[in-house]
């Protein structure tokens, strides 16, 4: 039923809220701003290990940030399908 829809999706978006607390998602999202602009300035390559090291802490933030967000954007999608579907 639409009701039963809906609880799931409220449900489904309550564990995603708690899952961005879990993982400092708004603080990795500024990390990663903050190592993307690192990694724009002049000379960031110049020295390989230091740049080696950095790229692999964007890795790492990424894989926390990026499957979180794409969760996040769906149940974005599905709660306006929702909505959509109740008119």
Do not use: C, Y
């Not at 961005?20 to 990694?39: G, N």
């Not at 790229?55 to 709660?79: F, I």
């Amino acid at each position: 039923s639409d009701s039963e829809l809906t609880n799931r999706s409220q449900a489904i978006r309550q564990r995603l809220t708690q899952l961005q607390e879990v993982f400092d998602f708004d603080k990795k999202l500024s990390e990663i701003a903050a190592v993307e602009d690192e990694m724009a300035a002049d000379g960031f390559w110049n020295n390989q290990e230091t740049a080696q090291a950095t790229v692999a802490k964007l890795k790492g933030l990424r894989l926390v940030v990026v499957p979180l967000k794409e969760a996040l954007s769906s149940a974005d999608d599905l709660e306006g399908l929702l909505e959509f579907l109740e008119e």
